[in-house]
């Protein structure tokens, strides 16, 4: 089992007036509400954040790209990939991803992602997300009919010039390029573990099991809808004889004290900010028409799986998130078991959680950190363990579980 | 009213064509609703063979998914034109069809006699306020498609439109029709994203000079989809445009106001 720490770098300073002040939190959010200061520290902090993490025992660290919102400040993960790259040892780099579909050409992304690769010294996991409708259609300007074929000639691209060892031409339906011949080149061979961020679209399952890689299910719905997804993933997995756990991940927010009430008391307010604030987004950029595909409007109508943003839901208070699973919080062995339950259930052999959420300031967060890193982290490393992960950096550590030998020890 | 599927391109398109009427032939393209034969087309119909076809990716034609932008939609009209032997006529484009129109008389002038085209998209003013049709909740697009909700040509057009979204029965018959709906609105909006996503402008205004025919402008005065503004941009292009705004109509005039607009139609037609 690998568990790494996500990290969505969120705007936290928003008035406590802003839910019924703005329709959204996203691609129309108001910018007198960015203070460049107050990002100042919030990236900083969050570098160190991420740096902890991975000296106190998590197996990677995840980043990733959103535009025009307060709930990650990240349009650029590479620039922060490129400080862990420098600040950090050993853990894995997961930059979940770049929205491939937005670079042109996209080549820009084989050539950074090849840099990080370099620079790390091969720990880089590239992820190659759609992009959310928010940041790819209302943001970015993309056509939500054209995105996906723009998405899968830009993977096509990548991965050709990453592989491909002669200079090239490339004659797509968007890019058109002369000469491919690609510098610098990625570390690992062939290149870096792609892994794909999604959010239930029903044919990213089949095409991410056809290419061979991560599924990694990015959702805050809690484990009965993430159960529902990856329910959906494992049917296509199955049907193409793949069963290996680590061919999937999910995303958790998790929050650790010495007792519930202490949890709640220093964790509570910044669920609940998350929640209420970081996920307010207005209806009408939930989903530019033709984003989604027919087939997965079709499966959402029934089961409601799919959208991002769903509406608005009605604002929730920290006990209807830990009831619901939205966050799964507690003592250390109350986490674990939790953790390990989830693990089991949705099959996952990359656990992504989520330690800084919503308005959580520096030192809490370091806090949580910490005691999942050390007091959770542990003891869920050895599930798993009759499977081989080949989704995983070929130079990043890989760490023992609690009470294993160590070879040399 | 007949109703034809038209095999086009050795059958890449099978297109869907009302055809109703006995006089002059005279082509309609519809607008971001889709392909309705209304009061408005059955009114033409007395002077006119209107044709209407559905739009590749509307709800009623296949094939849409072969045309990737404006340009590969105007070479599939002409195919199409050419396979209904079409080679001079009016033609009377809505909305996104006035788009589509105004490409069309741009491209071959000398296959339209003359050129009507009513709330049209296809110019962009960063300095006139319209509605994001892509982000509009469905109940404010709908608000924002009539002047008056409540006229019967707006509840005919949504009378169709399920209740707010909660458990759906897919084995039942009111959940089937509900889920019908929600695709066949889901298809038609990603087919006119395709065409006017974020922005609707796809360069016509470069090429609206080569509309030389007798062209009528038509546009609802409450129209906030596509407000008259822009009918005075289309005028300011095309030289010798009519344009004639008309009261109590948003932007489905045709629906709402068809005696009206019919009645600016027909004698333009004739005298042109």
């Known amino acids: 089992m690998k568990i790494e720490m996500f990290h969505l770098c969120p705007y936290r300073d928003l008035p406590p007036d802003f839910r019924e002040r703005n329709r959204s939190v996203w691609v129309d959010v108001p910018s007198h509400l960015f203070d460049a200061q107050t990002a100042h520290r919030l990236y900083n902090e969050t570098l160190d954040e991420l740096v902890y993490a991975s000296e106190v025992g998590y197996d990677g660290v995840c980043i990733n790209e959103h535009h025009q919102n307060a709930y990650g400040l990240m349009p650029s993960p590479n620039i922060m990939a490129a400080a862990l790259a420098r600040q950090t040892k050993d853990t894995a780099i997961i930059v979940l991803g770049n929205s491939i579909a937005l670079y042109n050409p996209p080549l820009r992304v084989a050539e950074e992602f090849a840099m990080l690769d370099c620079i790390s010294g091969g720990r880089l996991v590239a992820g190659f997300p759609v992009g959310s409708t928010m940041d790819t259609n209302f943001c970015y300007g993309m056509n939500p009919a054209t995105l996906r074929d723009r998405y899968r000639e830009a993977e096509e691209l990548i991965i050709k010039a990453w592989t491909c060892d002669e200079v090239f031409s490339f004659d797509g339906e968007y890019t058109q390029l002369r000469y491919v011949n690609l510098w610098p080149r990625p570390l690992q061979d062939p290149h870096p573990p792609v892994w794909i961020p999604g959010g239930g679209s029903i044919e990213t399952w089949e095409w991410t099991v056809q290419k061979g890689y991560n599924y990694a299910y990015l959702s805050y719905s809690g484990t009965a809808r993430g159960k529902r997804v990856m329910d959906g993933f494992w049917k296509v997995a199955n049907s193409h004889g793949v069963d290996n756990p680590y061919h999937a991940g999910f995303l958790q927010l998790v929050a650790v004290g010495k007792s519930e009430q202490e949890v709640a008391d220093k964790f509570g307010a910044h669920g609940e900010y998350f929640y209420n604030k970081m996920l307010h987004i207005y209806e009408g950029f939930s989903d530019a028409p033709g984003y989604r595909t027919l087939d997965t409007i079709k499966a959402g109508l029934l089961a409601q799986t799919t959208a991002f943003a769903g509406g608005d839901p009605v604002e929730l208070t920290w006990n209807d998130l830990c009831e619901q699973g939205n966050i799964i919080a507690g003592t250390p062995s109350q986490v674990t078991e939790q953790l390990e339950q989830v693990i089991k259930d949705l099959r996952i052999g990359h656990l992504m959680v989520l330690n800084q959420f919503g308005s959580m300031p520096h030192d809490l967060a370091m806090e949580n950190i910490r005691m999942t890193a050390t007091e959770v982290v542990p003891n869920l490393r050895h599930l798993w363990s009759e499977y081989e992960d080949h989704w995983w950096p070929q130079g990043a550590v890989v760490r023992q579980p609690a009470g294993a030998a160590v070879a040399g020890d | ?272």
């Open chain 2, 1 to 272: 009213m007949r109703e034809t599927h038209i095999p086009v391109r050795g059958g890449d398109f099978a297109v869907d064509v009302f055809e109703g009427g006995d006089g002059s032939p005279l082509l309609f393209l519809h607008g971001i609703r889709g392909l309705q034969w209304n009061g408005f087309l059955e009114r033409l119909s007395l002077e006119h063979r209107v044709i209407a076809p559905c739009t590749p990716g509307f709800p009623g034609s296949t094939g849409g998914e072969r045309l990737q932008d404006v340009h590969d939609l105007i070479y599939f009209y002409l195919d199409l034109l050419d396979e209904l032997g079409l080679h001079r006529l009016p033609i009377v484009g809505h909305s996104f069809g006035g788009m589509i129109a105004a490409e069309l008389a741009a491209v071959q002038p000398e296959r339209f006699s003359a050129v009507v085209l009513i709330a049209a998209f296809g110019l962009w003013r960063s300095d006139v306020p319209a509605l994001d049709i892509f982000s509009a909740l469905p109940q404010d697009f709908t608000r924002a498609m009539f002047y008056d909700l409540e006229s019967p040509a707006a509840k005919v057009m949504t009378a169709n439109e399920p209740e707010a979204l909660t458990e759906i029965d897919a084995d039942s018959p009111a959940g089937q029709r509900t889920i019908d709906y929600h695709l066949d609105r889901a298809q038609s909006l990603a087919t006119v994203a395709r065409y006017l996503f974020p922005i609707p402008n796809r360069g016509l205004s470069k090429r609206l000079h080569r509309l030389t025919q007798p062209t009528l402008l038509v546009w609802g005065r409450h129209d906030t989809i596509c407000p008259p503004a822009y009918g005075d941009a289309f005028q300011a292009a095309i030289a010798g445009a009519r344009l004639e705004i008309v009261p109590e109509a948003a932007h489905m005039v045709v629906a709402e106001q068809p005696e009206r607009v019919a009645a600016l139609i027909e004698p333009f037609l004739a005298g042109s």
